[in-house]
């Protein structure tokens, strides 16, 4: 990557975690929040795909990008890609993981799913008890 983080689009390949947090800040941005739009360019979303999993209407994601429920819904996301990627040790897999994988305890759906109805607690002991199935 050679311009700065906020001239840049994320890119999660060959990058791991801390790549991924540092490329979603926006240094346009008042404060400490993470990018919606540098966000939804990650997991290769559109913005309206990203409101809509934030449930917010599809103008709060450009015009209030630090509001309370889309910075919530972000910082939720990335709890869940966090710990998986602790798992995994590859942040790629993981975004494909979070998008894609069916997850039969619930219902085959997705982790993306889940942390859009609100579930990221039911995803991260699901993580945490494949983790303690891997050590033990």
């Known amino acids: 990557m050679t311009a700065s983080p906020a001239a840049e689009a994320p890119q999660a390949s060959g990058k791991n975690y801390d790549h991924l947090v540092e490329s979603l800040r926006d240094l346009d941005m008042p404060g400490p929040a993470?990018?919606?739009?540098?966000f939804?360019?990650?997991?290769?979303i559109?913005?309206?795909?990203?409101?809509?999993?934030?449930?917010?209407?599809?103008?709060?994601i450009s015009r209030a990008p630090t509001s309370q429920g889309v910075q919530?819904?972000?910082?939720?996301?990335?709890?869940?890609?966090k710990a998986s990627t602790?798992?995994?040790g590859d942040v790629n897999r993981t975004l494909f993981w979070y998008r894609n994988e069916?997850?039969?305890p619930f219902g085959y759906k997705?982790?993306?799913?889940?942390?859009s109805e609100g579930r990221t607690e039911d995803v991260l002991r699901y993580i945490a008890s494949i983790e303690a199935g891997?050590?033990?």
Do not use: C, M, W, Y
């Not at 939804?40 to 290769?44: D, E, G, I, R, T």
């Open 46 to 60: 559109d913005l309206q795909t990203l409101a809509d999993q934030a449930h917010v209407h599809r103008n709060t």
């Open 72 to 81: 919530r819904f972000l910082r939720e996301a990335l709890r869940v890609i």
């Open 110 to 115: 997705t982790a993306e799913q889940l942390v």
């Open 40 to 44: 939804s360019q990650a997991l290769n």
């Open 134 to 136: 891997a050590a033990g």
């Open 86 to 88: 602790d798992i995994s």
């Open 34 to 38: 993470l990018s919606p739009k540098r």
């Open 102 to 104: 069916p997850l039969s």
